[in-house]
């Protein structure tokens, strides 16, 4: 009985038409339940074939259209081929089927196939203006496109415009590249005017911007570095400056002149190397802010790079022509110091100007406790004293503070205070006593010694400066 069957169908196959496809008239058959010798993945493999099979058939079928200019909204069913156009039908039930949602043997793929021929193309539009219609109402009501939502969070009439979007991208890029395409410039310039993203790369750019506006507005610049926990974004980033480089090179593969200026409204930095800089004298800056100095230690645990970078800057800057006037004004409004060891100078000065402050002198003990870089210093300076080699600048700073070059004088200056602070206690001009103040009588003693050799013109190391600082406190010598 099967066998008086398959010999009246066989004209209606072709010479295809032992093979069970789904669409055949045996694959019809089979589907409703009838037995087959063959085992369920044979004939699903068979379908595949089959449906190929005659899909090349269609495509040739279009391909011959088109080159005699015979197409117009719909593409006519073959005359001469009765088993393609009743395929044909099949594949237009089923994808509209597909399409609405209902059960349907088309695959994805094989939806995807005829879409990218411009198969089936609907009768007078209406299934096209019925989902531009529903995608409408989608983005006034969400303000956004079904794709820029998760697929998951989608209902299931959503997710349909979801797919539909996705073809009407496919075949607009068809369209493009004058191709057969279900696409047509007023559907182009509909969906555009809707402000659907064709390009799917285009799309993720603008999410990327969009981001890296968002690290602005927290950070306040584009300096994304590489470990940012949006990897993704830093990544991006660098991808724009290489971009960049082969758009100034004039090669392929340039960033288009309108993400240049998308890019320069959020003062995208474009050298690599630039912005290595930037990201690095933002931290200097920062730096400078809890330490009020831009002398970052080379055993600075917390950024170790940024001590070499530092150390690297003073090098560039000895340069010729190493570093750009630019950088250079940066640095030094946060008050940075070419010169390390000039730096470290000035540190120990505001250490002594602070002891001037609190003593009245410049007198630092050998041995002082609170602070024995500061004596060290100071004595180190009274040993280069005013040479040739000692910067004019620092002798001034130091003389503004009474500094005593000869550590000679220093100890008189010395006495001379632990003097004053006896005057102070004990009334003017009366001299300290052997019994209680045994050092200081015994120098005392010594200035009136060294005052009656200076009057009898014998070598003495008494000066009219401390000899006038003697009667200020009462002592007429």
Known sequence: MLSQSLRRLRPIWGERATTRSRYSPLGIYLSQGHSSTHSHTDSQDDNTREWDYQFKKLRKHIQDIEAGKRRNADIPYPQNDPVLAKW?????????????????????QQKEKLEAIGYPNPTHSKFWEKRFFQLEEFVRAHGCFPYDQELSA????????????????????????????????????????????????????????????????????CLVPANYVNASLAKWVGQQRFHYKLFLEGKPGGIAKERIDLLNELDFVWNAFDAIWSARYEELRQYHERHGNCRVP???????????????????YKARNGMPEERIQQLEELGFEWNVQDAKWWDQYNELRKYHQQRGDCLVPTKYR??????????????????????????????????????RDALWMKRYKELEEYVKMNGYGNAPSAKHLPSLRRWFSNQVKQQRLRLEGQPSSMTESRLQRLKKLGFIL
């Open 154 to 221: 989608l209902s299931d009439a959503d997710r349909k415009l979801y797919w539909w979007c996705e073809s009407q991208k496919k075949a607009y890029k068809l369209h493009r590249a004058g191709q057969t395409s279900s696409m047509t410039a007023e559907r182009e310039e509909k969906l555009s005017q809707l402000g659907i993203c064709w390009n799917a790369d285009e799309e993720s750019w603008h999410n990327r911007y969009q981001e890296l506006a968002e690290y602005r507005k927290e950070h306040g610049d």
């Open 370 to 407: 609170a602070n024995q870089y500061l004596s060290n210093w100071v004595q180190r300076q009274r040993k280069l004293g005013k040479s040739e080699e000692v910067d004019q600048e620092r002798i001034r700073a130091l003389e503004s503070l009474d500094f005593c070059w000869d550590a």
């Open 88 to 108: 044909m039908k099949l594949q237009r039930n089923a994808y509209y089927s597909r399409l609405e949602g209902k059960t349907s043997p088309l695959t994805q």
């Open 298 to 316: 080379f055993e600075y645990p917390e950024n170790p790079g940024l001590a070499f970078w530092v150390f690297e800057q003073r090098r560039t």
